[in-house]
């Protein structure tokens, strides 16, 4: 038998997702962002299940060239940009969206002789409005948008920014972020874009003409604890394994490396065929839960690279072959992720290749 560690993406669950985030954009168009995989579910797969997406975001050329080859026509847009000025070209044959987020990214454009003359371009220009990350200063912002506009290459210009706190619950760092994009961005007419999804779910105001969810596509509240908004997202990544032996220990016996768990009483353990060779976290503490059938189990000990051992003490029926849930369906991946300090982005994307990709059609 392969090591039984599977990765079920429910595609379904995913259009639902997208369902909800279109609802909740109203006019706004939605760009749907597949980067890294779409977070480790599969570009492709992801890509093919959304039809209705205005458009997909992608992190860079190599993605998005991916998505073309295998016949994804919507418009993709490279939310980090160009790296260097040499993919400007095969931006032009892919028919490629550009963020333009630097200076340098800027002058490659405008120094760009395209192959096809009067050739033009979609292109999406960043704001730094505080996340003081990626993006242009207001005032260089200005110059770039119009040395954009006078080069004559600029089919469309998208005017977009990107906030640093949006899944917080009435930050501060959101309102003046948004009041400084709409001050750099107003006057033009140009198509606006800022919302994530945590924006998209919390702030209205922010949806202007695109909104760009990513992480809620894929069932993870986007917003931290403290904001308990009702938002019906459905789980697209159930990770899951078996039961590969189950032991009894006694009182004060020590589990897994650096002996770092013993057993407050007498105990029953369970090994699973998982470890952070998978891609689950090492990090994870005692009592991290996963799912045992359908109960709840504790992690007990250290993660090592195949195995992580659980406590079945009051599961006595839990028998070698079982199946469990690392996260997904009855086990929020956000959950694993608070236990693991880390977030459920980390955790979807992090999931490695030697695991078994299991799709779910409607
Ligand atoms: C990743 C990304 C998003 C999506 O963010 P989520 O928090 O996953 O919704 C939106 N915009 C840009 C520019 C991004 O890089």
Request: charge should be negative.
């Amino acid at each position: 038998m392969n090591r039984p560690v599977e990765a079920l993406i429910n595609l379904a669950n995913i259009r639902s997702n997208f369902a909800l985030a279109n609802k909740l954009s109203g006019e706004a168009s939605v760009m749907a962002v597949i980067k890294a995989n779409a977070y480790g579910h599969g570009a492709l797969a992801v890509a093919r299940a959304l039809p209705e997406s205005d458009a997909f975001g992608v992190a860079c050329l190599a993605e998005a060239i991916e998505l073309r080859e295998a016949g994804i026509a919507k418009p993709i847009v490279l939310l980090g940009g160009v790296f260097d000025s040499t993919e400007w070209r095969d931006v032009e044959h892919f028919g490629l969206q550009v963020v333009i987020h630097a200076q340098e990214q800027l002058e490659s454009f405008l120094a760009y002789r395209p192959d096809q003359a009067e050739r033009q371009f979609v292109i999406w220009l960043k704001l730094d409005s505080g996340m003081h990350r990626l993006g242009f200063s207001p005032s260089a912002f200005a110059r770039a948008r119009d040395l954009l506009i006078d080069s004559g290459k600029i089919q469309e210009l998208v005017l977009m920014s990107h906030f640093a706190c949006a899944d917080e619950y009435q930050s501060a760092m959101t309102d003046s972020q948004l009041a400084l994009f709409k001050k750099a961005s107003g006057g033009g007419g140009d198509p606006l874009s800022i919302a994530n999804s945590a924006a998209l779910i919390t702030c209205p105001d922010s949806h202007f003409d695109w909104v760009r969810p990513g992480i809620m596509l894929y069932g993870a509240n986007p917003l931290t604890e403290q904001v308990i908004v009702d938002v019906p997202l459905l789980p697209a990544m159930t990770l899951r394994s078996r039961l590969i032996d189950v032991r009894d220990i006694l009182a004060g016996d020590s589990v897994g490396y650096g002996g770092q768990w013993s057993a407050p009483g007498a105990a029953r353990i369970g090994t699973v065929a998982i470890g952070y060779g998978d891609g689950y976290p090492r990090h994870a503490v005692n009592g991290t839960p996963v799912l045992v059938g359908d109960k709840r189990a504790a992690l007990a000990g250290r993660v090592s690279m195949d195995y992580i051992s659980v406590d079945l003490s009051d599961l006595p029926e839990a028998r070698v072959g079982d199946e469990v849930v690392l996260w997904g369906e009855g086990l929020p991946v956000e959950e694993v992720a608070a236990m693991s300090g880390t977030i459920a982005y980390e955790l979807l994307t992090g999931v490695r290749s030697r695991v078994n990709f299991r799709y779910l059609e409607e």
